[in-house]
């Protein structure tokens, strides 16, 4: 569902993604971990067809998003970490104009169930600026999800939600993998990329250290065996000599 | 109290030279640097160049009248701000200058001071772009060395009134009756001053009427003369009349009171805080709201939450299936209807407009002349700065261009709605206006074409406007993208008269780009119309516009193709939005 081969993207003197190649079949979620400054948006943004790679190539659902970005981006929904909407939009008509940039013609039939889903029925009249953070996060999310997209990228998408729209959004996102759904999450929450992520990705000075399962990850670290995921995840990036890792058990929730 | 300036200080300073160095940086791109020498030589040309003496642009600035109008337009300004209030932008905080300076052991009379710092840096650049303007004009020598210092003296008066005057209004809002004590004697003040200027109207007005412009400037010219107004103007012209003396005793003698004049100001907006720190907390929640909505934080301001309630009961409708570029312009065109800025101007403007028609069209003997030369004057002003005032296109989104990158639109295609967003709107105002001028021409003595004939007119304008307003628009938008580090995008906009010269300078670029791009088409225009004229006469008109626009929107298709382009490298780090 998503394939990048080489992907490479330079500023100026600063490569912020060097060579990174990997594939997310449908079904799968693939967490996307990194300290910061290591490329995670940057990729997020070259898969989502914000920016343009410097080389390499990305294919969305078997499209090229260089050669055929308008067939290629209608099957994906980019859900950014800071939602982005328009001020004198409602929270209806945000879902209204999306309808017609996609062409989803059942689109009134998905606009209340998606409405429901994301707890917003009560503020479909609503402004942004009358929305909480968490509300606007939820509307981004609706506004991706309308057009039922094959691919799902997510950077941090529990920012700002309570505790039981944090549960009802990992849910949703179970759900569009269950459903074929290719998912690449990007967040700094470990447990959650723990809980939801088939296979990670962990990038580290825009390149790949590691990309498989944990257990496999953990495979080819035998040291790391029965640490936590972050003491795993602070080895790979280097920064494991900073925090003093290496003094928890497997009773402290470590890795299997 | 000293540290506290130095740390305003240090933070504007700072600011500006970074903002510059980075601009500056730039010019490692071929097509900025392409940019800075046509600026450099327009610079050069228009308000440098020795050899134009005499005909610098600001020449028509001043001269005799002028003190009076610039007076005048200042009453006008200081109305508007009182009546209809000012985009309170004189009171935005940018969002980290709200998380940085309102919780820090800061007074809000010293936040008051950091507003004014931080204006001196746009009032001292845009002094530097008037003196340059106004430099051929009446006064040479050393006058033209003082004439800054007035300058300095005006627009620091300016800001300061509208920031006194926007405190006032929200001190009436937030404490009412209490509030309407507080700015009680300011309120009054203006109110005794527009009284004057009536009654100085209502006594020069003549038994005849005014048919013509040159009696309605004599009979302003005779209303100020009338000892109240003359009274009443006699702060406004003291302030402007630094700018306009004609030699340095005049200027020596006036300076004095033009600078009490400020430091009164400046005493006034400096005690006036009691409603700061909401005023302005509120002010910036709108500025951040229309700037960068989806950065967070902050309540739709009560204002502008009643503006767009209002506006939310239109519907625009819109269909999910079809093209998808559609959706953009149904979005921009939102934008304009609950566009709190734009709903009180345009209510401002139609009020104005339909009276104006209406007493044409009821007494056509008396008015006519007069009242249909302000109206098209207007028209002509929609025309020529509409697309500068309206900016529900790119230059609003282009700050969202990580949003728009996302959309499955094709590049042009996406342009192309976004440069019809703006252009669609101002053809509708233009149209409105060439309507109401139509009607109220219809009972008209002064007009000798005949009925059929104005249609004829009006029809061609019809036609015509939207590719000139597409033309413009893809200008405008052309700049926004060409140039997204140097332009200032975003929702934001330049806050006041003191950051006119700029406005102007734009102005006079943008239309000078027009007249290249329109040749071609009023060519064809005007051949098409002379190979028909034998046959239809007047109505050789519309086929004219009609292949004018045919050719505009031929040069139309290839800017779009090229914008497109230009849409798909821009980087979104590129992007220099509004603060």
């Known amino acids: 569902m998503i394939d990048v081969e080489h992907l490479r993207k330079v500023y100026g003197s600063v490569t912020a993604v060097r060579d990174l190649s990997f594939h997310v079949p449908g079904g799968e979620v693939l967490g996307l971990v990194g300290p910061n400054g290591a490329g995670k948006t940057t990729t997020l943004r070259a898969l989502a067809g914000i920016i343009r790679p410097t080389s390499g190539t990305v294919r969305i659902a078997g499209r090229s998003l260089a050669d055929e970005p308008i067939d290629a981006k209608r099957q994906l929904a980019f859900i950014p970490d800071e939602p982005q909407l328009f001020d004198y939009l409602t929270v209806e008509e945000h879902l209204r104009f999306v309808a017609r940039l996609y062409n989803v013609a059942d689109a009134e039939a998905r606009l209340g169930p998606l409405l429901t889903e994301m707890e917003l029925d009560g503020k479909r009249t609503a402004f942004p600026t009358e929305l909480s953070r968490g509300m606007k996060q939820k509307l981004a999310t609706a506004c991706g999800l309308l057009h039922d997209p094959r691919v799902l990228i997510l950077d941090e998408p529990l920012t700002g939600l309570d505790p039981a729209a944090i549960r009802r959004m990992k849910g949703t996102i179970v759900a569009r993998a269950r459903a074929g759904a290719a998912v690449i999450l990007s967040s700094h929450l470990l447990t959650l990329v723990e809980e939801l992520c088939t296979r990670v990705l962990v990038l580290q000075e825009g390149a790949a250290v590691a990309l498989g399962t944990i257990d496999e990850i953990v495979a080819e670290r035998p040291e790391l065996a029965g640490r936590p995921l972050e003491d795993v995840f602070l080895a790979l990036t280097g920064q494991s000599e900073e925090v003093g890792a290496g003094d928890r058990t497997p009773a402290d929730g470590g890795v299997r | 109290m000293t540290a506290v300036l130095g740390a305003f200080t240090y933070l504007t300073v ?22 800075l020498l046509l600026a450099l030589g327009y610079f050069w040309l228009i308000l440098i160049n020795p050899a134009r003496s005499g005909s610098a642009p600001g020449h028509v600035l001043v001269g005799e009248g002028a003190e009076l109008a610039a007076a005048l337009a200042l009453v006008a300004l200081a109305t508007y701000w009182w009546i209809v209030g000012s985009d309170q932008s004189a009171l935005a905080f940018a ?8 919780p820090a052991p800061v007074t809000r009379r010293q936040l008051v001071q950091f507003k004014l710092v931080r204006a001196q840096v746009l009032i001292l650049f845009n002094i530097l772009i008037w003196s340059l303007l106004l430099r051929r004009g009446a006064g040479e020598g050393v006058l033209t060395w003082l004439r800054p210092i007035s300058l300095w003296v005006l627009f620091s008066t300016f800001q300061l009134h509208r920031l006194g005057a926007t405190l006032a209004r929200a001190s009436v809002a937030e404490h009412g009756e209490a509030g309407v004590r507080r700015s009680g004697l300011a309120v009054a003040v203006m109110a005794v001053i527009l009284g004057a200027i009536a009654w100085g109207l209502v006594r020069a007005w003549p038994a005849t009427g005014v048919a013509s412009l040159q009696e309605a400037l004599q009979l302003v010219e005779r209303a100020a003369e009338q000892p109240a107004a003359a009274w009443a103007l006699l702060p406004f012209r003291a302030v402007v009349a630094p700018a306009f003396a004609p030699d340095v005793e005049t200027w020596l003698g006036a300076i004095g009171v033009a600078a009490a004049i400020m430091l009164a100001h400046f005493v006034w907006v400096v005690r006036a805080d009691t409603a700061f720190e909401d005023a302005a907390l509120e002010a910036s929640a709108e500025r951040a709201a229309r700037v960068a909505a989806w950065r967070g934080g902050g309540r739709m301001a009560r204002r502008n939450r009643a503006a767009a309630g209002m506006a939310s009961r239109w519907r625009l409708p819109l269909a999910a299936g079809g093209e998808p570029a559609v ?32 007493f044409a069209y009821l007494e056509p003997a008396r008015t006519s002349g007069f009242l249909m030369g302000i109206l098209a004057a207007w028209g002509s002003m929609l025309v020529l700065l509409g697309p500068l005032w309206l900016r529900n296109d790119l230059r609003g989104d282009l700050s969202r261009l990580e949003l728009l990158r996302t959309y499955p639109v094709p590049a042009s295609r996406l342009v192309a709605a976004e440069m019809a967003s703006s252009a669609l709107v101002l053809t509708v105002l233009e149209l409105a206006l060439g309507l109401c001028v139509f009607v109220a021409l219809l009972r008209s003595p002064d007009v000798t074409l005949p009925l059929p004939d104005r249609l004829a007119v009006l029809t061609a304008g019809a036609l015509a406007l939207p590719a000139i307003n597409l033309l413009s628009a893809g200008l405008h938008n052309g700049a926004a993208l060409l140039f997204p580090g140097w332009l200032a995008l975003g929702g934001g906009r330049r806050p006041g008269i003191e950051a006119m010269g700029q406005t102007y300078l734009t102005m006079i670029v943008s239309l000078l780009l027009l007249a290249v791009l329109l040749l071609f088409p009023v060519l064809v225009a005007a051949i098409t119309g002379f190979a028909l004229r034998g046959t239809y006469g007047i109505w050789s008109l519309p086929p004219a516009a009609v292949a004018g626009s045919a050719v505009a929107a031929g040069e139309l298709a290839l800017i779009l193709r090229w914008l497109g382009r230009q849409f798909e490298r821009t980087e979104p780090a590129d992007v220099e939005t509004a603060a």
């Open chain 2, 327 to 358: 959706a953009i312009l149904w979005k921009n065109t939102y934008a304009v209807l609950r566009g709190d800025r734009f709903g009180r101007q345009l209510f401002f403007f139609a009020a104005i407009v339909v009276a104006i028609c209406a």
């Open chain 2, 95 to 102: 969002p980290a200058e709200v998380q940085f300076l309102f």
């Open chain 2, 14 to 35: 700072t600011s500006a030279r970074n903002r510059f160095l980075r601009q500056v940086r730039r010019l490692r791109s071929p097509r900025y640097v392409l940019a």
